[in-house]
C-alpha cells in the first residue's frame, strides 16, 4: 500500500546534541511537509517542499532545516535540541495534481530531548 | 493570515450520545478536510468535502461544508469509545502553495 513512513517512531537525543528525521513516501506526492505537535495541540507547519521548493513558515526557528534529496525522502534535522524541542513531529504529503490538497501524514516521530 | 475556528475544544461525553464539531472562518476554502488522530499516532484523513452545501457520510459520521464554503460540521451519532481523539478540519486554497490551515483541534473523549 501506499503510505507515507517515518523513522524512527522514537528518538532520544540530548540537549544540544544534532538529530536528523527521516520521512518516506510511496505516494509520489510533489509536496512534502513538516509539523510539530504538542501535546493535545493542532499541527505546527515548520516548512514544506512544493516540488524542490523550500518553504520556511516566519515563526520557524532557524534551529530546524530540512533537505529533500529526491521525491520521495525528505529530511528533518534540528541542530541544537533544546528541551522545548520535545514534541512529536509529523512528515505528510500531498499532490496539487489532486485539487483537494487532502495531506497524508505518517505515523510521527516522538521527539525525547535529555 | 487565514484562521479557522474550531470549537468545542475539548468534549467528553457517555457512549451512545451525539454531538457535533464545529469549524468557521471567515475565508472560503477551495476544499476543506477532517483528520481523527488517536494518541501516538498521525492524523488520519476522514473525509474531503470540495462543494458548498456538500453533505458526506462515513457510517455514523456526518461533514458537511457550508454553502459558502467558509465553515463545515462534523456529526456523530451514538458515540462510542471507538472514536475518542484528537479531530482536526483543516481549509486548503489552491492557490497557496499546497498549504492548509488546520483549526485548533477537538479532543473528544468518548467514556463506556
Known amino acids: 500500500d501506499a503510505m507515507v513512513i517515518q523513522n524512527p517512531r522514537y528518538q532520544v537525543t540530548q540537549f544540544g546534541k544534532p538529530v536528523t528525521l527521516s520521512c518516506s513516501q510511496t505516494?509520489?506526492?510533489?509536496?512534502m511537509y513538516w509539523y510539530q505537535q504538542k501535546s493535545s495541540q493542532a499541527p505546527k507547519l515548520l516548512f514544506h517542499?512544493?516540488?524542490?521548493?523550500?518553504?520556511n513558515e516566519a515563526d520557524t526557528p532557524d534551529n530546524f532545516q530540512s533537505r529533500r534529496p529526491n521525491t520521495s525522502f525528505c529530511f528533518l534535522d534540528i541542530r541544537s535540541p533544546g528541551l522545548g524541542d520535545a514534541a512529536m513531529y509529523l512528515c505528510?504529503?500531498?499532490?496539487?495534481?489532486?485539487?483537494?490538497?487532502?495531506?497524508?501524514f505518517g505515523p510521527g516521530t516522538r521527539l525525547t530531548v535529555t | 493570515t487565514q484562521l479557522l475556528e474550531q470549537s468545542p475544544q475539548f468534549l467528553s461525553i457517555q457512549e451512545g450520545e451525539n454531538l457535533t464539531v464545529y469549524c468557521n472562518s471567515s475565508?472560503?476554502?477551495?476544499?476543506l478536510q477532517w483528520y481523527r488522530q488517536e494518541p501516538g499516532e498521525g492524523p488520519v484523513l476522514l473525509v474531503t468535502v470540495v462543494t458548498g452545501g456538500e453533505v458526506k457520510k462515513l457510517k455514523r459520521l456526518t461533514f458537511q461544508f457550508g454553502d459558502a464554503r467558509k465553515d463545515s460540521s462534523l456529526h456523530i451519532t451514538a458515540a462510542q469509545p471507538g472514536d475518542t481523539g484528537l479531530y482536526l478540519c483543516?481549509?486548503?486554497?489552491?492557490?497557496?502553495?499546497?498549504?492548509?490551515?488546520f483549526g485548533d483541534g477537538t479532543t473528544l473523549t468518548v467514556k463506556p
Open positions: 505516494l509520489n506526492h510533489n509536496v
Open positions: 505528510a504529503t500531498s499532490s496539487t495534481l489532486a485539487y483537494s490538497y487532502e495531506q497524508y
Open positions: 517542499y512544493y516540488d524542490k521548493d523550500f518553504n
Open positions: 475565508s472560503v476554502f477551495s476544499s
Open positions: 483543516a481549509g486548503a486554497y489552491n492557490t497557496n502553495a499546497g498549504k492548509s490551515t
